[in-house]
């Protein structure tokens, strides 16, 4: 046998991912021994039918089976007895995904999870109309602070004034501190009592 066929050369030829390529062969391990052998760096390499096998889970696949019913499947079809006809095999796809679930590990897992997800979904959902409400008071706020019920022309009327007493309120403290700095500039100095009077004075004209 030609054991000459890569998990690389499965994926090209079948167009099915390598995670599920290799979720497969352990599922499979049991039916695909025959067809496979260890390689270098503990790889592992196929001979030619083991491409009709994984040709043969894709088909399955593709017709909506899980990994567990293609194992199914393909369990029953590779049995030396099994005389069954591909559109048998497809029934029995059909009669396993309408079959009761008989693992209830599995079953309370998948209700877990989708119980777990539901909850995300519905605290996500929480979260998003909590955000709006509060995006929307905001605005509100801010509409109500900005207009006041005045015109914007009146609003800009205000912004200019308010901005010009800023202006003089800086330049007033500007002043101040300009004066302050002539005060200690004088301190210990003769002959400069007649220069702290007028800077006081000028302090308390713009106090």
Known sequence: ??????VSDICKFTGLKEPFIRRCIRECRDLL????IRGDNNSILFEDSAL??????KQLKEEGANLVQIKTVLMKELEPQNLAEPAQAEAKVVELKLAE????NVVSALLNEYK?????VVES?????KAKDELIVGLKQQMFLLTDGRTPEEIRIRRTAEKAEQKELQQIRLRRVSLIGE???????????QKRLEILKQLEEIC
């Open 52 to 57: 009709k096998f994984f040709d043969r889970v």
């Open 116 to 120: 777990t997800a539901q909850k995300e």
């Open 101 to 104: 679930p008989t693992d209830d």
């Open 1 to 6: 046998m030609n054991y000459s066929y890569t």
């Open 33 to 36: 021994k025959q067809w496979s």
């Open 125 to 129: 959902h929480k979260d998003v109309v």
């Open 183 to 193: 005060l200690k500039a004088l301190e210990g100095k003769l002959f400069s009592g």
